[in-house]
């Protein structure tokens, strides 16, 4: 962490969408005892989801996003359709964007169109973009591999010119955000233009063997190839009405010989010859596989959850888009972004905030994404020992919070917020004996998991003090990032208490290091307990240190370090604990929502999750303005949704532990629990129907019964055979591999509810969270409030949230630096400015399409005024205008919201 029901109701093309609470049919269930898991048509379903432009969109920190699992393109209109690309390999941290794509015809793609739409299709992965019925540009991606492709559709008469340009930015100021050895080779460009197409290339003598080419060619249609100058290249294409662009962001790290440029001209030779229709299809059938794993609906509450839920799939799709690199998705810079090579916190991957991103992946049954994120630690394991020795003097394994691609700790030992940070080789080693809880891959907790469990375990015992009375404690730490140097932090404390047990536990399984047991069960039978206060958990022994971060530490036990929660016999401390933490909802990496989960906090969880929204979704994308994370707050909106539905931490299966109390909630879910089981339940009415479990290796399921002491019993789905029938409030019984069972109650078994098949009904319009100002999706025709987060600000522009005055959406920016400029485009017939006024305020000028408009007095006397129109214009034409607000003062300049008349 850096320092600081089915159906919604869908209205047509340009209306608001307004979603209805979930149809309640509480008669029917979903259950498929075949399949073992819910009856799905994800494609109609995942429609429902699909984020909707209904008018062009500008504006590149709002464009919607599309990719390959490797190769990501954030698309918008500017002088045609244009994107920026990443590649997840492409840099050190995927610290420096790949480039600028730019198709443009003469006339325009969007000339005299009079009906719009774009459409990311989730189910697909495709981003679609629609002029009239005469012009479809599809973005896609050959899965797989480095490549995307632009499908053009043009039946329009007259188009006499077709562009594509491939362009870089100036990189002659290029700073090192991504620490990488050479800043001359990646401020050194190249380009090419030939028979086979157009590239351009940096960092080709990268030592670290990264760099790339991001290069072009065509399918379809004649072209020709130009150098514009080294960073801008071009293809020339012969105007036709059915041709596709192909491009790569072709890595050294994944080309042979490290040659990016001879693997950019193979792949796309290799993607021209399998072709469009044929790559379409599987690309297409690569994200429908990927939807399948899983289920997940979290509806009704107004319309509220259900939109929560359109995040959950929007989320996923993103870091799975740019998740299945040899790197990890990271956190700031992902494979999506529109800021050039700009970036923050890029010189590692700081793992506080890569387990945000990750962490939900295992119960949504896609293992291989979290290999991703754990590889890059196990892949390092020999360069971590090798420093742990130099730094500790010890044969035993410390891994460093930010740590970059290659195991190195500069970010972590030049930093005082994370020199002293002992636990995150702890939460590296648990995440990998995860990885083998869901996959029962015993090579892999043999070979990997085991050896870092090992290590760890081994540097716990050597650093650890021991007492007058033999106690072991910590005697000097971080509690994480936020205090510093302090005894018994209770991160370390809590890392013991859950690592120790499982190095016992697989160390007799594996039959190996009988002699290092007794030395940690020494440890853990005599390890202080954890510091208290007042009924609470306390981030390190007293007296409190110095703050020196947001985070709340002491709550870490609930999540993610699992060792406490719904039904330990610390769960009130546990909750006061939770009641109390300092920092609530304090950034755009809290995980207060997971924690409220764990602890059976249903309406607190789903509160949490709307309120994340409301503080940091604000872009119509799902993406946010927050320079201090970009994809944390996606991955912890996974995590707690999944934990709401199902938690299996404990090795105990336990269904909707933490479901909104709302009668109208509609859940459902297909998820995987730890020992391999696929789960499904639903719940409508308040009311549970049914547990179903497909056993994928023959692990004994336990289960909490999920209507306190009601008779369930346990039937065996292929014969109909009841194994077990029980009142008690947990139960356990043996499965199968394959084998499908369903806990049902007794007085109402499965079987009393009608068969139903879960469908959707296409989105066709923007989506707007309740008491926020969170959208999903634009409509035709701009208007009413606009949050200020959807302008774009210059660096001395600072948001505020939380500012509890009254402003719209509780936010605002403001400056105190002369000259700063904050604009904003819209389309209507009048604009209304909205800010405070206050004494401590000052001037503004206002311009509108580059015209000076007024100066703007902010100050006022008495109490401070909120909601204020302070600057309105009216009787424009109907088109495209931009405001622009200028800072004139070193008091405060603000902007809270516009109100736009279409």
Known sequence: MRLFRLLPTAVLVGASLTISPALAAPGDAAFSSSAGRLDVDHASYLSKHDVVYNRPNSNPDHGLTVGNGRTGAMVWQSGGLTMQVSNVDASQQTAFGAGVVTLATTPAMDAGHSTYQQRLSLHDGTLTTKYDNDRTVTVMGQPGSEVMGI???????????????????????????????????????????????????????????????????????????????????????????????????STRLN???????????????????????????????????????????????????????????????????????????????????????????????????????????????????????????????????????????????????????DGNARGTVNSDFTKNVLSTGYEAAFNMYLQYRYTNDTDYLRNVAYPYIREVAKFYSRTLSVDGNGQYYMANSHAHETYWNVRNAITDLAAVRSLFPIALQV???????????????????????????????????????????????????????????????????????????????????????????????????????????????????????????????????????????????????????????????????????????????????????????????????????????????????????????????????????GGTYVVERTAKPLTSYATTRLTGSRNQGAKSLSGTASTLGLNATGGGLVNNTEGSYDTNWHLTTNRGYGDYNDDAHHSTTVNAAATYTFTGTAIEYISERNGDMGTVDVYLDNAFQATVDLRASGARQVQQVVWQKSGLTRAQHTIRVVNRSTSVGMIDAYRITP
């Open 255 to 405: 080309a042979p010989n490290n040659n990016s440029i001879t693997q950019a001209r193979t792949a796309l030779n290799a993607v021209k010859a399998t072709g469009y229709n044929t790559t379409y299809n599987n690309y297409r059938a690569w994200w429908n596989s990927f939807w399948d794993k899983s289920f997940v609906q979290y509806g009704g509450v107004n319309g509220e959850a259900d939109y929560l839920e359109n995040v959950y799939y929007l989320s996923t799709y993103l870091i799975a888009a740019g998740g299945y690199g040899n790197y990890p998705f990271h956190f700031i810079n992902g494979v999506f972004r529109a800021t050039g090579d700009s970036t923050k916190w890029s010189n590692a991957y700081w793992y506080w905030n890569q387990r945000d991103v990750y962490n939900s992946f295992l119960a949504s049954n896609h293992v291989d994404l979290m290999n991703t994120f754990n590889n890059l630690y196990s892949r390092n394991y020999n360069a971590l020992k090798a420093y742990t020795q130099t730094r500790y003097g010890m044969d035993a394994l410390w891994v460093p919070e930010t740590m970059g691609w």
């Open 151 to 249: 499908h053009v559709q043009d039946s329009r008469s007259g188009v006499s010119a077709v562009t594509l340009e491939l362009s870089l930015w100036d990189v002659a100021n290029l700073g090192n955000s991504g620490d990488v050895p050479d800043m001359t080779t990646w401020r050194t460009v190249s380009s090419y233009a030939d028979s086979t197409g157009a590239g351009i290339s940096r960092g080709q003598t990268d030592a670290q063997r990264f760099g790339y080419t991001l290069a072009a060619t065509v399918e379809g249609t004649g072209y020709t190839a130009s150098v514009v100058n080294n960073s801008r290249v071009r293809l020339s294409i012969t105007p036709s009405s059915s041709y596709t662009v192909w491009f790569t962001v």
């Open 507 to 737: 160390s007799q399984q594996l039959g190996v290091d009988a002699n290092l047991r007794p030395q940690w069960q020494q440890v853990l039978n005599n390890l202080v307990p954890y510091p208290q206060q007042n009924g609470a958990y306390l981030a390190h022994q007293p007296p409190l240190s110095q703050t020196r971060n947001g985070e709340n530490v002491a709550a870490e036990l609930i999540w993610p370090y699992n060792v406490t929660g719904i039904g330990f016999p610390d769960h009130q401390t546990a909750l006061n604990t939770w009641n109390t933490r300092p920092f609530p909802y304090g950034n755009v990496w809290a995980n207060d929502a997971v924690q409220a989960a764990r602890l059976g906090l249903g309406d607190q969880t789903f509160s949490g999750m709307k309120r994340m929204l409301q503080q940091y979704q604000n872009y119509p994308n799902g993406f946010t303005n927050n320079t201090n994370g970009v994809f944390e707050y996606h991955g912890v909106h996974l995590s707690a949704m999944n934990e709401a539905l199902l938690q299996s931490y404990n090795d105990k299966i336990r269904v909707f532990p933490a479901a909104p109390a709302s009668s109208s909630f509609v859940g459902r879910f297909t998820l995987l629990a730890k020992n391999g089981f696929l789960v499904s339940s639903e719940r409508e009415a308040n009311e549970t129907k049914y547990v179903g479990l497909r056993s994928q290796w023959g692990a004994t399921a336990q289960v909490v019964n999920p209507w306190g002491t009601q008779q369930v019993r346990v039937r065996r789905t292929s014969d109909n055979a009841v194994l077990l029938t029980t009142s008690a409030a947990e139960f356990q019984f043996a499965t199968a591999t």
